[in-house]
């Protein structure tokens, strides 16, 4: 099995240069969990990207919900990888006003209405969401995978911002480049002008 490298660095550093098709779950948020859910395999062979200081504290907490395969840490963390020379990627974000600017453009009607795809629970989905947004659960996220569109831009948020920039990771290592995370997700969409609801079509 191909080894799986597993950035657990905070999002806010994340999303400004990885190594490329790394995933990210950080270890600031529901890291047992996610890494159980989405990693399936205990198995799985897994390369870690940690911030110094941090290494065994990932590799515990890892290895609590079985998964004890770490064969590799980055030394000296992705300052070490971009200092040889080595190519990385980024994630663009957006701020959630700077969204709702997008989807309520005033009245000009020949702005296509941005596609915006919400990753949380299937129930904080239905108690409100975004307008005409798309509920594609992290959880399930593989069984969404043909519904992010290849090309043209599309938004991805969740609650906080976490389970956004993992959904975001995700999809990049399966070759879809072109998601922007809305910064402070839900929480943050609520302090401004977008249209939300309750009503599920």
Same mark, same amino acid.
């Given at each position: 099995t191909e080894a799986i490298i597993l950035d657990v660095r905070h999002q806010t550093e994340f999303v400004q240069g990885f190594v490329p098709r790394s995933i990210f779950i950080g270890l600031a948020g529901g890291f047992a969990?996610?890494?159980?859910?989405?990693?399936? #395999?205990?198995?799985?062979?897994?390369?870690?990207?940690?911030?110094?200081?941090?290494?065994?504290?990932a590799i515990v907490r890892l290895s609590r919900v079985g998964f004890d395969n770490v064969i590799g840490i980055l030394d000296?963390?992705?300052?070490?990888?971009?200092?040889?020379g080595k190519?990385? #990627?980024?994630? %663009?974000?957006?701020?959630?006003? %700077?969204?709702?600017?997008?989807?309520?453009?005033?009245?000009?009607?020949?702005v296509p209405t941005p596609t915006i795809f919400d990753v949380r629970k299937p129930g904080e989905f239905t108690s409100e969401h975004i307008?005409?947004?798309?509920s594609t659960p992290l959880d399930y996220l593989k069984n969404h995978i043909s519904e992010f569109p290849s090309e043209g831009d599309f938004y991805i948020h969740c609650a906080g911002g976490y389970r956004s920039v993992i959904a975001n990771s995700i999809l990049k290592s399966k070759g879809i480049h072109n998601g922007i995370d809305v910064l402070g997700g839900y929480s943050a969409i609520t302090k401004t002008d977008l249209t939300v609801t309750d009503y599920v079509c």
């Amino acid at each position: 099995t191909e080894a799986i490298i597993l950035d657990v660095r905070h999002q806010t550093e994340f999303v400004q240069g990885f190594v490329p098709r790394s995933i990210f779950i950080g270890l600031a948020g529901g890291f047992a969990p996610w890494v159980g859910a989405l990693l399936v #395999d205990v198995k799985q062979p897994l390369l870690l990207v940690v911030e110094k200081g941090l290494e065994k504290e990932a590799i515990v907490r890892l290895s609590r919900v079985g998964f004890d395969n770490v064969i590799g840490i980055l030394d000296g963390g992705l300052k070490s990888w971009k200092a040889a020379g080595k190519e990385t #990627d980024t994630i %663009d974000t957006i701020e959630a006003i %700077d969204l709702a600017k997008l989807v309520e453009p005033g009245n000009d009607n020949n702005v296509p209405t941005p596609t915006i795809f919400d990753v949380r629970k299937p129930g904080e989905f239905t108690s409100e969401h975004i307008e005409n947004a798309k509920s594609t659960p992290l959880d399930y996220l593989k069984n969404h995978i043909s519904e992010f569109p290849s090309e043209g831009d599309f938004y991805i948020h969740c609650a906080g911002g976490y389970r956004s920039v993992i959904a975001n990771s995700i999809l990049k290592s399966k070759g879809i480049h072109n998601g922007i995370d809305v910064l402070g997700g839900y929480s943050a969409i609520t302090k401004t002008d977008l249209t939300v609801t309750d009503y599920v079509c």
